[in-house]
T-cell receptor, first 117, second 112 residues
Framework: EAGVTQFPSHSVIEKGQTVTLRCDPI?????LYWYRRVMGKEIKFLLHFVKESKQDESGMPNNRFLAERTGGTYSTLKVQPAELEDSGVYFC???????????????FGPGTRLTVL | RKEVEQDPGPFNVPEGATVAFNCTYSNSASQSFFWYRQDCRKEPKLLMSVYSSGNEDGRFTAQLNRASQYISLLIRDSKLSDSATYLC?????????????FGAGTQVVVTP
């Protein structure tokens, strides 16, 4: 079974440019999460989709970040315009949608390493 | 104050030895606790969940102390392949698909 995939694996852009990251979750996983790790810091939650709906976007840093999940399959995360502090590794994770009371393991993708110059 | 705090290490451990480390969490309402493992430049992978009664998975033992709000991980008979960063992860929401809160990780280096 294919795992979570992310594209691109690396992206180097200049400040002010736009970048779009893509995540393909594991097939059948309704939950999709975005996280990021900036240099020297812990991995931090950005947002959570359930199918195509945003369940929780409390971690989105500002309105330069836009996440979409049209059709409830893959998701994109666009940063426009990119700033220096946006550099880091952006992880996507997915999990199944089961009932409450159990932990539904989040499976992580390999991440996109974003460098803003 | 960080929500999840860990000693960054590194913990340098001779092969075959035992190593243990903790993390603390700030939100007493946290519901679920995990240890994830992350290899260099790779994605985090679930190592084990942590239960109140403590639990073992092979050479790995996890403990949870809700009163003191800390979680521990012990690795026995360390292998070279155990070298990695161990992430303490906490889930606060009462639903089972909420966001995860990560510590910055504890680096373990197992030496021959």
């Amino acid at each position: 079974e294919a795992g979570v995939t992310q594209f691109p694996s690396h992206s180097v852009i200049e400040k002010g440019q736009t970048v779009t990251l893509r995540c393909d979750p594991i097939s059948g996983h309704d939950n999709l999460y975005w996280y990021r790790r900036v240099m020297g810091k812990e991995i931090k939650f950005l947002l959570h989709f359930v199918k195509e709906s945003k369940q929780d976007e409390s971690g989105m840093p500002n309105n330069r970040f836009l996440a979409e999940r049209t059709g409830g399959t893959y998701s994109t995360l666009k940063v426009q315009p990119a700033e220096l502090e946006d550099s880091g590794v952006y992880f996507c994770a997915s999990s199944v949608q089961k009932g409450t009371g159990t932990y539904n393991e989040q499976f992580f993708g390999p991440g996109t390493r974003l460098t803003v110059l | 104050r960080k929500e999840v705090e860990q000693d960054p290490g590194p913990f340098n451990v001779p092969e075959g030895a035992t190593v243990a480390f903790n993390c603390t969490y700030s939100n007493s309402a946290s519901q679920s606790f995990f240890w994830y493992r992350q290899d260099c430049r790779k994605e985090p992978k679930l190592l084990m969940s942590v239960y109140s009664s403590g639990n073992e998975d092979g050479r790995f033992t996890a403990q949870l102390n809700r009163a003191s709000q800390y979680i521990s991980l012990l690795i026995r008979d360390s292998k070279l392949s155990d070298s990695a960063t161990y992430l303490c992860v906490v889930k606060g929401a009462t639903d089972s698909w909420g966001k995860l809160q990560f510590g910055a990780g504890t680096q373990v280096v197992v030496t021959p």
